[in-house]
């Protein structure tokens, strides 16, 4: 028995001739609850794109989300998926690469999820460098909840909780991140699809944490909230305002506030925390950790 | 309500008019003996507490229970631990009268004398404490008194100060008859450092040899 | 042979979790229960597990349900403090049916209390802590053998019924030493995978005793965990009301329609009592010794020892209620368990509550202080 009450009649052949990668997904929860025009779409292309490009085996995935829209992807594709507690994905991910390290394990965040309620997860799981890549879709807004600020909700934009435009002061994730130890970053934005799959198959070939940031539009909230209304609107101020990394070094501070700075700003070698801790067993039983050890201990 | 034990009687008595008393005689009490240490933390009265109790548990096959109550300081506060020995099953843990009181600091002192059961032991190191502000309890209660300079010892014959606790020890295997020196010898090599054996055992027999 | 050792509480309960076959253990520091941390620190490497201090007690908790999920006998061990902020997500637990161990080695509370001294504040938050409707499993050990023996009952209570079990124990067992007899082979419970291809898997069907095989991540089964409503196959339903009411019934019903397996009491000379004395974790030593001066007296007293806190053992605190004029809930606490028990046995007996809030353990003769009043 097997009801569904959040599916709709859709036909789904169009799609399947159309989308390369709809092979992927759990096609029974099919429509998905993302709004038109969000960019949770985009995201997930350029992340399927990334994944086979990479050369890594589907069946070996694990995905892990909190609580948000960029959550609930891993719910739509056919792998095992862990959907947990608001802001606690990390700490989930970590427990899941630690009790298994053969596993190949994505998290799925948003700028609330990681960078507000999972903040002291976001820095610690960087600070060991735990081998997972970490796809943080930031839309600068609460998108579940109706449109509240973020901690990266740039300083004036509206939000239902800042109607008079926000006073804070946003958070600069990969900066966050790197100064807390992640091995690779990079931020792209959904008008940026190549380039951002390209970065997520770099990010889960390193062997580390992996932090890969997407700026993406809510036209539902964001936009709405922000004079600008539709998708189109949206990533043409992301293909506007974005400048690489390399054309910094030309901008002042002041005009650097209005940009979005793409790129890869990290890619090195540090030792991984799972790997330490295989040594540290192997040092102290002679064997690595036991794999499913419930079953027949 | 108020209530006195004798041996293995507890009786409890109330005034109900002048004069008139009710009295409830419970018989049996159990013959649980109770030892209680109290000094500083960093003196090791734990451990000390730790090796009588398995000195009486696994090596002599008696009942034993140890407990012990430390505040929030790492270092230097107030330590206390509390070591019940029996024949017998011990249900309540903790020591309600204790038999025998081990004083390794002055706060210790003021703060556990009162609970010594009538004509029960007190053990002090006599360079720690100032024993004079408790003469009259000591005369009343008919406390049996031994000053045993177990820092002292520990520092000019052992030559190490840390092992004072054991030297201790060595003391109450004596003066009690509680544990057996087997035991207690046993339970000291199972409890202290690799390589310290030695010197705690010599530490064991100067406190043992000390009375 | 047996072994015998002469043991803290805490280490006896890290035994108890090695024995058991726990090889992932993720904490955070909190007295008093810090030495379990510290044993699994050491040993857990020796036998090919893993250890892990988190940042908080927030992802402690999250790491050892997804290490569960990976396959692997989880557990954790906090106090009050750290057993508040494990709320949340024990009740991810509950609903999506993660077998696991949490020690709450219960301290002087409210906040951070009295972090030396013991207490038994907790009973009520181990009861309704997390929000929403869920039946725990909770365990409290009197003595230090018992925290090595309920640590191994509750892995295999954890496994069989697939949920989080609560070892409620308190700063006296786990700072306390005793003698500790280490059985040469302990019962465990191992997982049970599933027997159907992954395509005919119902992970969270609706079986007629409320538990199913549990696959691992990595088995192919695909699996969707969430702590949303979700339907047998896993998918988040959240507007279905028959969904919802299908999925809760179940994992209430699943503990509740095997209480008798679950149910530990133990009881003494309630036969022929007057009064009968009622508690749980380390005040059981102290109405066990009030019991001996009093039965050696001729006060016909009895008592029970509430071994599973939860499921509450409604049924034999009736029985008992029914055959003696009263009962005295001995708590360390300023009366939890005890508006339990005055409400299912109030009609047959009178029933009191001794508190002791403080720190230290309920004295004997206080205990018989307050019963002599009640003659």
């Known amino acids: 028995m097997v009801e569904d009450n959040e599916s709709t009649e859709t036909d789904f052949i169009t799609y399947e001739e159309k989308n390369p990668y709809i092979k992927y997904f759990r096609k029974d929860r099919l429509p998905t609850i993302f ?92 600070r060991r460098n735990i081998n997972l890549t970490v796809i943080c879709i930031n839309n600068n807004i609460y998108g579940m909840t109706g449109g509240q600020i973020s901690p990266t909700s740039p300083e004036g934009s509206l939000a239902t909780t800042a109607p008079y435009g926000s006073i804070d002061t946003p958070f600069n994730l990969i900066d966050l991140v790197t100064a807390a130890g992640a091995t690779f970053t990079g931020r792209w934005t959904t008008a940026h699809p190549l380039q951002l799959s390209n970065s997520i198959k770099n990010g889960l070939l390193n062997n580390g944490f992996s932090f890969i940031e997407v700026v993406s539009q809510c036209p539902t909230y964001y936009g709405r909230k922000n004079k600008l209304k539709t998708p189109v609107s949206m990533i043409k101020m992301f293909k506007e305002s974005s400048i690489n990394k390399r054309k910094v070094g030309t901008l002042s501070e002041k005009e650097l506030l209005s940009k979005i700075v793409i790129g890869e700003f990290v890619n090195k070698k540090r030792e991984e925390f799972s790997n330490k801790l295989e040594n540290l067993s192997h040092k102290e039983s002679g064997r690595n950790t036991i794999r499913k050890s419930a079953y027949i201990l | 309500m108020a209530e006195i034990q004798l041996g293995n009687l507890l009786i409890y008595y109330k005034e109900i008019i002048n004069g008139y008393y009710l009295f409830h005689i419970f018989i049996g009490v159990d013959m649980i003996k109770e030892i209680k240490i109290g000094g500083f933390g960093g003196q090791g009265v734990i451990l000390s507490g730790v090796i009588i109790g398995k000195a009486a548990t696994l090596f002599d096959k008696k009942n034993s229970v140890q407990t012990q109550s430390y505040g929030p300081e790492a270092r230097g506060g107030a330590s206390k631990t509390e070591i019940l020995i029996s024949d017998e099953e011990i249900r309540y843990p903790k020591a309600q009268n204790p038999d025998i009181l081990i004083i390794m600091s002055h706060e210790a002192l003021l703060k556990y004398h009162a609970d010594l059961k ?94 | 042979m047996t072994k015998e050792l002469f043991i803290q509480g805490n280490e006896a309960c890290a035994r108890g979790a090695i024995e058991a ?164 082979n302990v019962e465990t419970f191992k997982r049970i995978m599933p027997k159907e291809d992954p395509k005919d898997f119902l992970p969270f069907k609706n079986v007629r005793n409320g538990t199913n095989p ?41 503990i509740l329609k095997n209480r008798k397996d679950i149910v530990s009491c133990d009881f003494k000379y309630c036969d022929d009592a007057d009064i009968v004395l009622i508690s749980y974790g380390s005040p059981v030593r102290s109405i066990m010794e009030t019991v001996k001066i009093g039965r050696s007296s001729g006060i016909k007293l009895g008592y029970l020892k509430i071994n599973t806190p939860y499921p509450f053992p409604e049924d034999e605190v009736v029985k008992i209620a029914k055959n003696v004029n009263d009962l005295m809930v001995v708590e360390m606490n300023l009366g939890q368990m005890f508006h339990e028990i005055e409400r299912v046995a109030s009609s047959n007996a009178g029933v009191h509550l001794f508190s002791e809030i403080g720190g230290t353990l309920p004295k004997p003769n206080d205990i018989l202080d307050r019963i002599l009043e009640l003659l």
């Open chain 1, 35 to 126: 709004c038109s025009g969000c960019g949770i779409g985009i995201t997930i292309n350029s992340f399927l794109k990334g994944f086979e490009s990479s050369g890594m085996d589907f069946n070996n995935l694990s995905l892990v989300s909190g609580i948000g829209c960029s959550s609930r992807i891993p719910g739509y594709l056919n792998c095992d998926s862990l959907h947990t507690s608001h802001g606690r994905a990390l700490s989930f991910a970590t427990g899941l690469k630690v009790g298994n390290p053969d596993l190949d394990v994505v998290v799925f965040t948003g700028d609330g999820d990681a960078a507000a309620i999972g903040g002291n997860h976001l820095i610690h799981a960087a």
């Open chain 2, 118 to 211: 009538e004509e029960g032991i007190l053990i002090i190191d006599p360079d720690l404490v100032h024993l004079d502000v408790i003469s009259d309890f000591i005369s009343e209660h008919k406390i049996d008194v031994y000053e045993a300079n177990v820092t002292k010892i520990a520092t000019e014959e052992i030559g190490m100060k840390i092992v004072a606790n054991i030297v201790m020890v060595g003391v109450v295997t004596k003066i009690t008859k509680l544990i057996s020196v087997d035991a207690a010898k046993k339970a000291i090599i199972d409890s202290v450092p690799k390589g310290s054996e030695n010197k705690n055992i010599s530490a064991f027999e100067s406190g043992y040899n000390l009375f």
């Open chain 3, 21 to 184: 076959g726990c090889r992932f253990f993720g904490g955070y520091p909190i007295t008093p229960s810090t030495e379990i941390a510290e044993y699994l620190s050491t040993t857990l490497p020796e036998v090919s597990g893993s250890f892990i201090q988190m940042e908080d007690e927030l992802s402690a908790i999250g790491a050892v349900i997804a290490a569960s999920w990976s396959g692997v006998k989880s557990m954790t061990a906090t106090s009050g403090p750290g057993f508040s902020l494990m709320q949340e997500n024990i009740g991810f637990a509950m609903m999506s049916e993660t077998p696991l161990v949490v020690v709450d080695v219960q301290r002087g509370s409210p906040s951070t209390g009295q972090p030396t001294m013991s207490g038994q504040g907790d009973m009520m938050q181990a009861r309704w802590g997390s929000h929403g409707d869920y039946e725990p499993i909770a365990i409290s050990p009197s003595s230090v053998q018992e925290f090595f023996d309920f640590t191994v009952l509750g892995f295999n209570l954890a496994e069989k019924y697939r949920v989080p079990v609560i070892i409620l124990a308190d700063e006296v067992i786990g700072h306390m030493r005793e003698k500790v007899r280490l059985p040469d």
């Open chain 3, 214 to 254: 549990m696959p691992a991540f990595g088995d192919g089964y695909n699996i969707h965990v969430t702590g949303l409503t979700h339907n047998e196959l896993g998918y988040p339903i959240t507007i279905n009301p028959k969904v919802h009411s299908n999925l809760v019934r179940r994992l209430v019903n699943k």
